[in-house]
């Protein structure tokens, strides 16, 4: 056993039983989680140079450790880990997972630059880019389409048959 989630206000503790963990609603998951507001994939628990840490899978409701949104971070031992509105305090030897030395540093969001406050916080869609149509981007590939109309005969997606 690598651990154990302890869920707090009451609960059986859930084991840790492999090294990478699948958390949310689907019942393919190693970790199911029954609840509405939990994803079908909510989350993956992962230990690495024996240290877990959790990566939100583009979750609805969201991974905090400590209070704090996240996407992907460590968790040391005793950290509160809240899967959608579900807190679980997270129970694991370093050591015995094979740490050594001083802990690894967090996991930083690389392109944290890249997003608005407001996209971050989870309060506004990512902004999709437009493509370009033929007229933008001359010399590109074209498009084909297939028609029924008559068997074996392309058309440029501009122009009548």
């Known amino acids: 056993m690598y651990g154990e ?3 707090l206000g009451g609960g059986d503790p859930i ?20 609840f509405s507001n939990v994803s079908a994939h909510h989350c993956q628990l992962t230990v690495t140079a024996g240290y877990w840490y959790v990566r939100d899978l583009n979750s609805r409701n969201g991974v905090k450790v400590n209070g704090s ?4 971070k ?3 031992p005793g950290d509160v880990v809240s899967i959608a509105k579900h807190k679980y305090e997270l129970k694991y030897s370093p050591v015995e997972l094979g740490a050594v030395g001083p ?12 997003k ?8 506004q ?11 933008e981007q001359p010399g590109e590939a074209r498009r084909y389409e297939v028609t029924d ?5 392309l058309r440029g997606r501009n122009q009548p048959l």
Request: proline share 11%.
């Open 5 to 7: 989630l302890v869920p």
């Open 15 to 34: 084991p840790l039983l492999k090294r990478n963990l699948l958390v949310g609603r689907r019942e393919s998951c190693d970790i199911v989680l029954r």
């Open 69 to 72: 949104r996240v996407t992907e």
């Open 74 to 76: 460590r968790i040391d």
């Open 103 to 114: 802990p690894p540093p967090d996991v930083v969001d690389a392109d944290v630059f890249k």
């Open 116 to 123: 608005s406050l407001l996209e971050r916080a989870g309060l």
């Open 125 to 135: 869609a990512p902004k999709v880019r437009k493509m370009k149509t033929e007229e």
């Open 149 to 153: 109309d008559r068997p074996g005969q």
